[in-house]
């Protein structure tokens, strides 16, 4: 009996020992970060060379990669395990000079097309170019990766901010002048920035991409004579304040000065 209930007590210890050993290895697992494999060029090479797997070396990396602020997954930008017999086999060469340790991405290579505005853009993104001659204002030393608020001014007399904290992709200069501007942007920002375009003038204010703070307002106008498009006026948001009351304590008194009349007729 005694024997039978040392074996119950073994057995107990061992699933809880197997249990914990699950649980630790689950929790491991879950707060781990997820890894992927990427490629990277062994040497330095120039452009128009073919791409062969004798030129590349996989390393381990995080699976999720921060890319303007935003999580992305490194499928988006870099060749993957998955991907990447497939890749070379239509790889073409090379579009552009790498060095020793870049990661291979498919936009650096000809089969796949792109040019280097492409590959600093994020998947979901558009490039917009704005011409210098719908330009009202910009600084000169505009440079891509900086990061602009976009204003519209319109033949109505009214100036809006339709755009914060956008990123430059190219600011090309022609004899030292810029001759346009390129920008990344979604795709609502799109067609605001091209309305802008058809019907008003454009200025840049230079930001800090990285401290930038957001305004409240979606979309804070301006018109001709400054005010703030659909913001209420001091009329109509004035209060009346009462007028206070004359002969306050003459209207206090009087209860008394009837009780005095009273009391004066009853004795006469």
Same mark, same amino acid.
């Given at each position: 009996?005694?024997?039978?209930?040392?074996?119950?007590?073994?057995?107990?210890?061992?699933?809880?020992?197997?249990?914990?050993?699950?649980? &630790?290895?689950? +929790?491991? %697992?879950?707060? /781990?970060?997820?890894?992927?494999?990427? @490629? #990277?060029?062994? !040497?330095? =090479?120039?452009?128009?060379?073919?791409?062969?797997?004798?030129?590349?070396?996989?390393?381990?990396?995080? &699976?999720?990669? +921060?890319? %303007?602020?935003? /999580?992305?997954?490194?499928?988006?930008? @870099? #060749?993957?395990? !998955?991907? =990447?017999?497939?890749?070379?086999?239509?790889?073409?060469?090379?579009?552009?000079?790498?060095?020793?340790?870049?990661?291979?991405?498919?936009?650096?290579?000809?089969?796949?097309?792109?040019?280097?505005?492409?590959?600093?853009?994020?998947?979901?993104?558009?490039?917009?170019?704005?011409?210098?001659?719908?330009?009202?204002?910009?600084?000169?030393?505009?440079?891509?990766?900086?990061?602009?608020?976009?204003?519209?001014?319109?033949?109505?007399?009214?100036?809006?901010?339709?755009?914060?904290?956008?990123?430059?992709?190219?600011?090309?200069?022609?004899?030292?002048?810029?001759?346009?501007?390129?920008?990344?942007?979604?795709?609502?920002?799109?067609?605001?920035?091209?309305?802008?375009?058809?019907?008003?003038?454009?200025?840049?204010?230079?930001?800090?991409?990285?401290?930038?703070?957001?305004?409240?307002?979606?979309?804070?106008?301006?018109?001709?004579?400054?005010?703030?498009?659909?913001?209420?006026?001091?009329?109509?948001?004035?209060?009346?304040?009462?007028?206070?009351?004359?002969?306050?304590?003459?209207?206090?008194?009087?209860?008394?000065?009837?009780?005095?009349?009273?009391?004066?007729?009853?004795?006469?």
């Amino acid at each position: 009996m005694k024997i039978t209930t040392n074996k119950r007590i073994l057995w107990v210890l061992a699933a809880a020992v197997a249990l914990c050993i699950i649980s &630790a290895a689950g +929790i491991y %697992m879950f707060l /781990a970060p997820q890894r992927g494999t990427v @490629y #990277v060029f062994r !040497e330095d =090479y120039t452009a128009g060379t073919q791409v062969t797997k004798e030129q590349l070396m996989p390393i381990e990396v995080d &699976a999720t990669i +921060i890319e %303007m602020g935003e /999580a992305a997954d490194i499928s988006e930008q @870099y #060749v993957t395990a !998955e991907e =990447y017999s497939e890749v070379l086999q239509n790889a073409g060469v090379l579009r552009y000079d790498v060095a020793r340790g870049t990661a291979l991405m498919k936009s650096m290579l000809t089969g796949y097309g792109g040019s280097k505005v492409e590959m600093a853009m994020k998947p979901s993104s558009i490039a917009i170019t704005v011409p210098s001659n719908y330009l009202s204002a910009v600084t000169n030393e505009l440079e891509s990766g900086a990061y602009v608020n976009v204003y519209a001014s319109y033949e109505n007399g009214q100036t809006s901010l339709i755009l914060q904290n956008i990123r430059v992709l190219t600011a090309p200069k022609v004899d030292g002048v810029l001759s346009g501007v390129t920008l990344e942007v979604d795709h609502e920002q799109s067609l605001k920035l091209v309305h802008a375009m058809s019907y008003g003038e454009i200025t840049f204010g230079l930001v800090n991409g990285q401290g930038y703070q957001y305004t409240i307002e979606d979309q804070p106008s301006y018109d001709a004579g400054g005010f703030i498009v659909g913001a209420e006026t001091a009329s109509e948001n004035s209060v009346e304040i009462p007028a206070e009351p004359e002969n306050e304590t003459q209207t206090a008194d009087q209860p008394a000065a009837e009780e005095k009349t009273a009391d004066q007729t009853a004795g006469e």
